[in-house]
């Protein structure tokens, strides 16, 4: 009976999780368009706002999975959990999402600090603690005992789907149907049910006191000896630069000889 039970709660794991993280992403991609097009009447759609827009994104994307990286390296699942809860109970001040109250664009100040100003008021909190559950996801389902526990990259996948799916909702399902208002009080609607899901998945990960230095390592096909180059590390770094680059050059490019609106954003 009791291997039942175990084995019934193990086959519902992968879903749990895949809902938690394809949830996730579609808040996390769905956001980004979203505020933008809030911010579009105040700042304008210029070249120079919609690059520091994403070099915010992508600054803050960064920063998130960093938290995640140290998080789990050096907290236990306990503490992992209990940080990650409360990184998501801080995000619920800046719910719904709306232009910080009272501000005003300064046409006197330059736009890019600006922008980085109203973006980090704004969106701020909310996009850093969704940027940084997808990976933590990931390493608590690598401890819960789940099926391919040892391999939980299918949630990759289920985080993919769910970014897409998020990026082509915006300009065909919410914008062209809903207005903007109503669009955000959605928004965080969701973000509070996903609170559920990742304390649900905290919970299934289990507890204890080893921290992911001192626990095993997963299963892996590199040996101890295959350590990475810093010239390995340096192409990684230049190729990344590839898509950023050609996008932002792209969009910017339509944006300026077309019109500046989500979709041009959205289909690159």
Same mark, same amino acid.
């Given at each position: 009976?009791?291997?039942? +039970?175990?084995?019934?709660?193990?086959?519902?794991? &992968?879903?749990?999780?895949?809902?938690?993280?394809?949830?996730?992403?579609?808040?996390?991609?769905?956001?980004? &368009?979203?505020?933008?097009? +809030?911010?579009?009447?105040?700042?304008?759609?210029?070249?120079?706002?919609?690059?520091?827009?994403?070099?915010?994104?992508?600054?803050?994307?960064?920063?998130?999975?960093?938290?995640?990286?140290?998080?789990?390296?050096?907290?236990?699942?306990?503490?992992?959990?209990?940080?990650?809860?409360?990184?998501?109970?801080?995000?619920?001040?800046?719910?719904?999402?709306?232009?910080?109250?009272?501000?005003?664009?300064?046409?006197?100040?330059?736009?890019?600090?600006?922008?980085?100003?109203?973006?980090?008021?704004?969106?701020?909190?909310?996009?850093?603690?969704?940027?940084?559950?997808?990976?933590?996801?990931?390493?608590?389902?690598?401890?819960?005992?789940?099926?391919?526990?040892?391999?939980?990259?299918?949630?990759?996948?289920?985080?993919?789907?769910?970014?897409?799916?998020?990026?082509?909702?915006?300009?065909?399902?919410?914008?062209?149907?809903?207005?903007?208002? +109503?669009?955000?009080?959605?928004?965080?609607?969701?973000?509070?049910?996903?609170?559920?899901?990742?304390?649900?998945?905290?919970?299934?990960?289990?507890?204890?006191?080893?921290?992911?230095?001192?626990?095993?390592?997963?299963?892996?096909?590199?040996?101890?000896?295959?350590?990475?180059?810093?010239?390995?590390?340096?192409?990684?770094?230049?190729?990344?630069?590839?898509?950023?680059?050609? +996008?932002?050059?792209?969009?910017?490019?339509?944006?300026?000889?077309?019109?500046?609106?989500?979709?041009?954003?959205?289909?690159?």
């Amino acid at each position: 009976m009791q291997m039942e +039970m175990i084995d019934r709660r193990s086959s519902g794991l &992968p879903m749990l999780f895949s809902m938690t993280i394809f949830s996730s992403a579609c808040l996390l991609f769905f956001v980004q &368009p979203m505020f933008a097009k +809030m911010v579009l009447p105040a700042l304008g759609g210029s070249s120079a706002v919609w690059t520091t827009a994403m070099l915010f994104f992508q600054t803050v994307l960064i920063l998130g999975y960093l938290y995640a990286h140290l998080s789990v390296r050096y907290l236990t699942p306990r503490a992992q959990l209990v940080v990650h809860l409360c990184v998501w109970a801080l995000a619920l001040a800046f719910l719904p999402i709306a232009l910080p109250q009272g501000w005003t664009y300064d046409p006197a100040r330059p736009a890019a600090w600006q922008t980085l100003t109203v973006f980090a008021l704004g969106v701020g909190a909310p996009f850093a603690a969704l940027s940084a559950t997808a990976p933590l996801l990931q390493a608590w389902y690598a401890r819960s005992g789940g099926p391919s526990s040892d391999d939980p990259y299918f949630l990759y996948a289920a985080s993919n789907l769910g970014s897409l799916l998020s990026l082509l909702a915006f300009p065909f399902v919410a914008e062209p149907l809903f207005g903007v208002r +109503m669009i955000g009080q959605g928004w965080a609607g969701l973000y509070l049910v996903l609170g559920a899901g990742l304390l649900a998945c905290g919970l299934a990960m289990g507890g204890g006191s080893a921290t992911g230095a001192d626990r095993p390592a997963m299963r892996t096909t590199a040996g101890p000896q295959d350590r990475i180059s810093l010239r390995q590390i340096g192409i990684w770094l230049g190729l990344a630069f590839l898509p950023s680059s050609l +996008m932002l050059s792209t969009t910017s490019t339509i944006a300026t000889d077309i019109g500046s609106f989500p979709l041009v954003w959205v289909i690159p």
